[in-house]
C-alpha cells in the first residue's frame, strides 16, 4: 500500500540553523509528493510539491527533491527564522487523487 | 487556486448530539475529499464525496456516523453524528484538483464535552 514516513519530533532549532527533516514513502507507481505546512492556530498550506523523479520542489527557503531511487523526500532550509515555527507533513498523492500523510514533525525555532 | 470555505469554523458541542460542516468551493469539482485530524494528530481521510452518487467511506469510517451530502459540485457537507469527547478534532474538506496540489479549507475545529 501506500504510506509515508516522517522523522519523529519534535525539533528546536535556533535561529539560522539549518533544517531536515526527513520522509521516505512506499508507493505503487508514480505518486506526487507534497510538503504542507501547519503554523500555530492556523489551516493547512502547501509548503512545496514535486511531481516526478528528481524533481525539486521549493518554496519560502525551504527545498525538497523526489529521489526515486531512495523513495524519500527530505525537507531542507539552510537558515530557519523564529517564523518557520510549524508542524510540518509529508504526504503523497495517491493515483486516485488521495492523500496519505506522514505524523508530521513539530519544530521550533528559537530566537 | 480555488477559494474553500468552512462553516462553522469551530464549535463545541454536548455528547450526543449532531453537527453539519459546511464546504463550499468557489469553482466545481467532481470529488471532494474529507480529512480529519484529532488532537496532535496527522491527516486522516474520512470518505470522497461524488456529486449524484453515494460517498465512498475509509476503512474505520462509516456513513452513520458521518453522513455526507453531495447536492452540487460547489458545495458538500459532512454530519458528525451522535458525538462523543473522540471526535474533537480539525475536519477539512479538500476539492480535488486539476492540477497536482491539493488544498484544504481552513477547517472546522470541533470540541465535543
Known amino acids: 500500500g501506500n504510506s509515508v514516513t516522517q522523522m519523529e519530533g519534535p525539533v528546536t532549532l535556533s535561529e539560522e540553523a539549518f533544517l531536515t527533516i526527513n520522509c521516505t514513502y512506499t508507493?505503487?507507481?508514480?505518486?506526487?509528493l507534497f510538503w504542507y505546512v501547519q503554523y500555530p492556530g492556523e489551516g493547512l498550506q502547501l509548503l512545496l510539491k514535486?511531481?516526478?523523479?528528481?524533481d525539486k520542489g521549493s518554496n519560502k527557503g525551504f527545498e525538497a527533491t523526489y529521489r526515486k531511487e531512495t523513495t524519500s523526500f527530505h525537507l531542507e532550509k539552510g537558515s530557519v527564522q523564529v517564523s518557520d515555527s510549524a508542524v510540518y507533513f509529508c504526504?503523497?498523492?495517491?493515483?486516485?487523487?488521495?492523500?496519505?500523510f506522514g505524523a508530521g514533525t513539530t519544530v521550533t525555532v528559537r530566537a | 487556486s480555488a477559494v474553500i470555505s468552512q462553516k462553522p469554523s469551530r464549535d463545541i458541542c454536548q455528547r450526543g448530539t449532531s453537527l453539519t460542516i459546511q464546504c463550499q468551493v468557489d469553482?466545481?469539482?467532481?470529488?471532494m475529499f474529507w480529512y480529519r485530524q484529532q488532537p496532535g494528530q496527522s491527516l486522516t481521510l474520512i470518505a470522497t464525496a461524488n456529486q449524484g452518487s453515494e460517498a465512498t467511506y475509509e476503512s474505520g469510517f462509516v456513513i452513520d456516523k458521518f453522513p455526507i451530502s453531495r447536492p452540487n459540485l460547489t458545495f458538500s457537507t459532512l454530519t458528525v453524528s451522535n458525538m462523543s469527547p473522540e471526535d474533537s478534532s480539525i475536519y477539512l474538506c479538500s476539492p480535488e484538483t486539476p492540477g497536482q496540489e491539493q488544498f484544504f479549507g481552513p477547517g472546522t475545529r470541533l470540541t465535543v464535552l
Open positions: 508507493a505503487t507507481g508514480y505518486p506526487s
Open positions: 504526504a503523497l498523492k495517491r493515483n486516485d487523487y488521495k492523500l496519505s
Open positions: 469553482s466545481q469539482v467532481t470529488m
Open positions: 514535486a511531481t516526478k523523479a528528481d
